[in-house]
């Protein structure tokens, strides 16, 4: 039998129902386990505890699968847990004003390190931990008999799949390679996602809510998006009817894609402003040559993605809100957010507080903003909440 024996103490998590097990928790590894085999977790005492996956390279050593000791882990494992994720987003699924959205969010769906995107009717997939990678094959052929979808594209190429020590990978898993973009609608807006060369499966998914709220601010304000990517605030932004918006990202594809997605909507790429560069930057230019905006959104990617990176983050986090709040004309609204899984939501409030006091201005939070319903937190894995932002308003 593969298992793993806790030390004493370390099975108060795994009873608290969290999924992950650190190296550091483990006393004794026996039965030989290989990356993504199954493995039984003990006690100290040698009580059972949960099933999980062993990650022989991992400082997360083992994501548990169940604690319940009658369900195995086999195909119809991953069907059930499969199923009942999908059928969870129902919601998603009637509303004709959306057509892509999250099908699986991983440890909260039950689903250690594993991701699937819906593009209308193209799928996603990520496998990003080594337990997912051992039932790549079956998993695959699960979501494709399901008969609802003509294609799978894999984007098994993240960064946290290193981390596992699984390659790198990316290729169309059933059906045809997509060509080209897929045109998806969110909020009743379109957009262009390229689902092989995109960030992350192609589009923030995580975003909708909060575009739409976006959107029920701005209009006849001036609008300054930062870290833009395809557009999405930008579009949004638009079809609240903002009186002008400029959109700055680093990545000359994005922009490329967001002019595109901007047109694609029925507004004018050329009557918004452009800005190819570092938002760190740009926004010092702004306040160098005396720009103001009245509302402005910062969305940059994960700056922690791990606890350790916390400090170095935070000082990122806090020169981009300080920048912005000086550039914030009176009563201007700053939508600040973080992906940062290190960061906490309080953690992010205290940062952004900070940045306002040395920004010498005075605001209140008038929302506090999160991921939606598709992108669900397990009550047991508080990390799943890695999305938090606020909407605060200048006095
Ligand atoms: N707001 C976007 C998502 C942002 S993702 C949306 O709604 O879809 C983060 C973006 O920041 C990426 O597009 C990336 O290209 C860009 N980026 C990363 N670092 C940057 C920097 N220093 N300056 C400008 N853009 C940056």
Redesign the pocket.
């Known amino acids: 039998m593969k298992s793993i024996r806790l030390k004493r103490g370390r099975e108060r998590s795994v009873m608290r129902r969290h999924p992950w097990i650190f190296s550091g928790a483990i006393d004794r590894v026996e039965g030989d386990p290989q990356s993504g085999d199954t493995v039984e977790v003990f006690d100290h005492a040698g009580a059972w505890l949960a099933r999980g996956a062993y990650s022989p390279i991992s400082s997360i050593r083992t994501r548990i699968w169940t604690w319940n000791a009658d369900e195995g882990i086999d195909a119809g494992f991953f069907k059930q847990r499969i199923d009942a994720a999908v059928d969870a987003r129902g919601a998603l699924r009637d509303d004709t004003s959306v057509n892509a959205y999250r099908e699986i969010h991983a440890e909260s769906d039950g689903l250690p390190g594993l991701i699937l995107d819906r593009y209308v009717d193209l799928r996603v997939v990520q496998f990003l931990t080594a337990g997912v990678e051992a039932w790549r094959d079956a998993i695959v052929s699960i979501l494709a008999s399901s008969g609802e979808c003509a294609g799978i594209y894999e984007r098994s190429d993240n960064e946290a799949r290193e981390k596992e020590g699984l390659p790198q990978r990316a290729l169309a898993a059933f059906g045809e390679e997509p060509t080209g973009e897929t045109t998806i609608l969110e909020n009743g807006l379109q957009f262009l996602v390229d689902v092989r060369q995109g960030?992350k499966t192609g589009?923030?998914l995580d975003?909708r809510e909060n575009?739409r709220i976006v959107r029920s601010l701005v209009r006849g304000k001036d609008v300054l998006?930062?870290?833009?990517?395809?557009?999405?605030?930008t579009v949004s932004a638009l079809a609240g009817e903002a009186k002008h918006v400029v959109s700055?990202?680093?990545?000359e594809n994005?922009l490329a894609l967001a002019r595109r997605n901007v047109s694609l909507n029925g507004f004018s790429a050329d009557d918004c402003d452009w800005i190819q560069?570092?938002?760190?930057a740009?926004l010092r230019a702004f306040r160098d040559r005396g720009a103001s905006f009245d509302v402005i959104?910062l969305?940059?990617?994960r700056f922690a993605p791990t606890a350790a990176t916390k400090q170095r983050a935070a000082r990122a986090y806090k020169d981009i809100n300080l920048l912005a709040f000086k550039l914030l004309r009176q009563h201007g609204k700053l939508i600040t957010f973080s992906c940062s899984g290190g960061v906490s939501p309080a953690l992010f409030e205290k940062i952004v507080a900070g940045a306002a006091v040395d920004a010498a201005i005075s605001a209140q939070i008038v929302k506090w903003l999160s991921q939606p319903q598709d992108h669900p937190v397990s009550l047991h894995f508080p990390e799943g909440r890695y999305l938090k932002g606020l909407v605060c308003r200048l006095a």
């Open positions: 960030q589009f923030y975003q575009r998006d930062c870290f833009c990517y395809t557009g999405g605030f700055v990202d680093s990545s994005a560069g570092d938002v760190f740009e959104i969305d940059p990617p």
